[in-house]
């Protein structure tokens, strides 16, 4: 028993770990704040860029026997229709693209402070 709890502490110390851990609490706390970037600041920015295009509500109808159209995904939803919701899949990877580096960055910042002091005690 004593050599699996030194093997946890072992591996609970180690940078990874608390890389890992830093990671899931900062991208939890950062996800109303990412929504927000990406649905607020450059959803727009991109849809002025481009023409109004607006990547929320780009979707493709799997129904081939539907001709109806629907101006957005919630609209397409409440008819009960099958939709492949890409814009919405494009709009996740922006989020992630976000998320991913703000903890890059405070994972950066982290392992900066601990070389520093690694230094400070040799």
Do not use: C
């Amino acid at each position: 028993m004593k050599d699996i709890v030194k093997e946890f502490k072992e591996f609970a110390i180690k940078g990874n770990a608390l890389d890992l851990a830093i990671a899931v609490v900062i991208g939890a706390s950062f996800t109303n704040i990412v929504n927000s970037i990406v649905n607020d600041l450059i959803n727009p920015l991109i849809s002025l860029l481009t023409g109004r295009f607006d990547f929320s509500n780009r979707f493709y109808i799997l129904n081939a026997t539907s001709t109806e159209t629907y101006a957005t995904v919630a609209d397409a939803k409440a008819a009960g229709v099958a939709t492949l919701n890409y814009g919405l899949f494009i709009n996740n990877v922006l989020q992630f693209a976000i998320v991913a580096f703000i903890i890059f960055l405070i994972v950066r910042w982290i392992n900066k402070l601990r070389h520093r002091h690694e230094a400070k005690q040799s």
